[in-house]
């Protein structure tokens, strides 16, 4: 059974920074491409970053400021978030991208979520 678990979140001011973590069981992620998402209240979960074999890619509003990487020897994802805004405030999730199932942007290609991280900047 596949497993994720989100951490790192919390309460920050604007300007600060967060790591958020992403540990799996039942799966090795170095085998997959992992993304971050966020939902903050009354908006839809969008796409915020992917990590593959290839490289890393980001949504626009996060460029520059958010960093995804992971270890692979602890099986795990991280989402260095800095310079942290009040518009970043959501639930993070990390996800497994399923293979062939195309855009990297869309939740409908991903399975397996973990059960969120909440992220709270203030200003």
């Known amino acids: 059974q596949v497993q994720l678990v989100e951490s790192g979140g919390g309460l920050v001011q604007a300007g600060g920074s967060l790591r958020l973590s992403c540990a799996a069981s039942?799966?090795?992620?170095?085998?997959?491409?992992v993304g971050w998402f966020r939902q903050a209240p009354g908006k839809e979960r969008e796409f915020v970053a992917v990590?593959?074999?290839?490289?890393?890619d980001y949504v626009d509003s996060v460029k520059g400021r958010f960093t995804i990487s992971r270890d692979n020897a602890k099986n795990t994802v991280f989402l260095q978030m800095n310079s942290l805004k009040v518009e970043d405030t959501a639930v993070y999730y990390c996800?497994?991208?399923?293979?062939?199932?195309?855009?990297?942007?869309?939740?409908?290609?991903?399975?397996?979520w973990g059960q969120g991280t909440q992220v709270t900047v203030s200003s």
């Open positions: 996800t497994i991208h399923k293979k062939g199932s195309g855009s990297y942007f869309r939740e409908k290609s991903y399975d397996y």
């Open positions: 990590i593959d074999w290839s490289g890393t």
């Open positions: 039942g799966r090795i992620l170095s085998m997959d491409a």
